[in-house]
C-alpha cells in the first residue's frame, strides 16, 4: 500500500521541474534579447544588412553545429524582438515568462502595444500553448473582447469582481465544423463534444457544470441547456442556446432558469448567477430595448461558425478608440 503522505515528494519534484524550466526558458529569452540588441546595434551603427546576419548564421552553425535556432530568419526575428519592446519597460519583464514561439506568435501577429499586453498577460494567466495562443490570435480574441467590454454595464450592479475581459459579445466556434444550417440540438451536441475547444473559447476560469441540467419548479421540471461554473466570479453562469436571431421574449425563460438557479442550486457565498443567450444574429436595438429593464445578470451574445473578419474588427476598434479620445478632448 503506498502511503498518502509519498504524494508530497511527487509535488516537490513536479515543482523543481516547473522552476527549472521557467529558469531555462528566462535565460533563453534574455540571450534571445541580447541577441536581438546586438544585431541592432550593428545595423545601426555598422550598416549591417541581411547578408552579415547571414554570415553570421553561418558562422554560429560552423562554430557550434549542435546548436538550434540560430537561423538567419530567427536572428532577424531576435533583432524584431529587442525592437518590439526595447522602449516597453511594462511589457519588457513579461516576455521572459513565455516561451519563445509564443512570444513569436504575439510580436509577430499582434498590431499594437495594447493588443501585445493582452496577448502577453492572457497567455501567461491562461498558460496557452502555442496552438492555443495561435487560436485565440486568428480568432481576433482582442479585439472581440475589447469591444464586448463596453456591451456589460447590467452586470458590475451584481457582481462585486472585475467583469471585463470575461464576457464575449461574439463567440467564435469555428471548431464545431458545423453546416451553416443546423439545430439548437446540433449545437448543442457539438459543444459538448467539443467542450475543451469551448472552454478555451469561453476562458479556463469556466468551469462545465452539465448539459440539459435539471431545474425543478412546482411539479414540473425545467432543463437549461449549458451550465458552467466561473471561478473567478464566484458564480453560475447558464447558456441557452437559440440557431435563430435574438427575439425579446427568450429573455424570459432565460430569468426563469436564473432565478431558480439562484433560489435552489446557488450556495450561500456565491454570486447571483449570469445568463448568457447565444443566439445566431442579434438587433443591437433590439438587445437595448430588451435590457434596459431587464434586472438579471444577462448578456445577449453572437456565435459565429466561421472565423471573423479581422479587418471589420480592427476598424471597429479604431472607431472605439477614436470616440475615447473624442471624448477626452470634450472633457
Not at 549542435?66 to 513579461?94: C, H, I, V
Not at 498577460?121 to 492555443?132: A, F, P, Q, V
Not at 480574441?141 to 461574439?170: D, G
Request: hydrophobic share 35%.
Amino acid at each position: 500500500m503506498i502511503e498518502p503522505q509519498f504524494s508530497d515528494i511527487i509535488t516537490l519534484i513536479k515543482t523543481a521541474r516547473y522552476n527549472a524550466f521557467k529558469a531555462v526558458n528566462t535565460e533563453l529569452i534574455n540571450l534571445y534579447w541580447e541577441i536581438g540588441k546586438y544585431i541592432t546595434t550593428r545595423t545601426q551603427n555598422e550598416g549591417w544588412g541581411k547578408a552579415t546576419v547571414q554570415q553570421l548564421a553561418q558562422f554560429i552553425q560552423t562554430q557550434e553545429p549542435n546548436l538550434k535556432g540560430f537561423s538567419d530568419k530567427n536572428l532577424w526575428r531576435m533583432k524584431q524582438f529587442y525592437e518590439t519592446y526595447n522602449d516597453s519597460p511594462k511589457l519588457a519583464p513579461l516576455v521572459r515568462e513565455l516561451s519563445w514561439t509564443n512570444n513569436v506568435l504575439i510580436f509577430g501577429k499582434a498590431k499594437s502595444s495594447e493588443e501585445r499586453e493582452f496577448y502577453l498577460n492572457l497567455s501567461k494567466s491562461e498558460n496557452y500553448t502555442s496552438r492555443e495562443l495561435e487560436r485565440q490570435i486568428n480568432s481576433s480574441y482582442f479585439e472581440r473582447t475589447v469591444l464586448s467590454n463596453q456591451k456589460l454595464s447590467a452586470l458590475p450592479r451584481v457582481l462585486p469582481n472585475e467583469i471585463e475581459n470575461i464576457f464575449k459579445e461574439n463567440y467564435v466556434l469555428e471548431f464545431l465544423n458545423l453546416p451553416e444550417l443546423h439545430s439548437e440540438k446540433d449545437l448543442q451536441k457539438q459543444l459538448i463534444l467539443q467542450m475543451k475547444q469551448f472552454l478555451l473559447e469561453l476562458g479556463k476560469d469556466f468551469l462545465f457544470v452539465g448539459e440539459e441540467f435539471r431545474l425543478q419548479v412546482g411539479n414540473k421540471d425545467y432543463r437549461t441547456d449549458l451550465l458552467f461554473y466561473h471561478r473567478n466570479l464566484q458564480c453560475l453562469v447558464a447558456f441557452e442556446l437559440k440557431t435563430t436571431d435574438f427575439e425579446p421574449e427568450h429573455l424570459g425563460k432565460l430569468n426563469f432558469y436564473l432565478e431558480a438557479l439562484d433560489r435552489d442550486v446557488k450556495k450561500e457565498h456565491e454570486n447571483p448567477s449570469i445568463g448568457i443567450l447565444l443566439c445566431k444574429g442579434k438587433d443591437n436595438e433590439v438587445v437595448e430595448y430588451a435590457l434596459s429593464r431587464n434586472l438579471s445578470p444577462t448578456m445577449i451574445s453572437e456565435y459565429t461558425i466561421k472565423l471573423p473578419n479581422k479587418k471589420l474588427l480592427q476598424d471597429k476598434l479604431h472607431e472605439f478608440y477614436e470616440r475615447i479620445e473624442q471624448s477626452k478632448d470634450e472633457e
